[in-house]
């Protein structure tokens, strides 16, 4: 499967693809994850330094700066969703069924919600097997 990640300039233009629900989003591997207590859960994910002194800074102090997010429950249901085979579509119907969203409006959030974490860094998406067999 081809992945793609967010254009340099932070932008992933999502009707550049044929048809973004059949995307595969997948956690970025330098992606940490803490649960929250109850349902939420925390996202961490360590940004490169901007400059030199920064990079010396965390390579002989240990610090560095980070990305923090909090899931509420339907995000972390969305992220306990992410295993590498469900489709954007299918997570959208996982989420609508489980939390009563209407199907449009469950897909329309899934698709932003997506673009969000891949913007910041928190998943890779890659092609699904129907978009790869589509592909002219």
Not at 50 to 69: S, T
Not at 89 to 104: K, V
Not at 130 to 136: G, I, S, V, Y
Request: with cysteine; proline share 7%; net charge positive.
């Amino acid at each position: 499967m081809a992945k793609l990640r967010a254009a340099p300039a932070g932008q992933l233009r999502l009707a550049d693809v044929p048809d973004p629900l059949v995307l595969v989003p997948v956690p970025a591997p330098e992606v940490a994850l803490a649960a929250d207590g109850g349902e939420s859960l925390r996202l961490r994910r360590q940004l490169p330094p901007r400059n030199r002194l920064e990079g010396w800074i965390g390579r002989h102090l240990g610090w560095g700066r980070q990305i923090h997010v909090t899931l509420d429950a339907t995000g972390a249901a969305y992220w306990r969703a992410l295993d590498g085979r469900c489709t954007v579509g299918q997570i959208a119907n996982r989420l609508a069924g489980r939390f009563g969203y209407a199907a449009e409006e469950s897909r329309r959030a899934t698709l932003i919600f997506t673009r969000d974490l891949l913007v910041r860094g928190f998943i890779v998406v890659q092609l699904g097997p129907l978009a790869e067999t589509t592909a002219p």
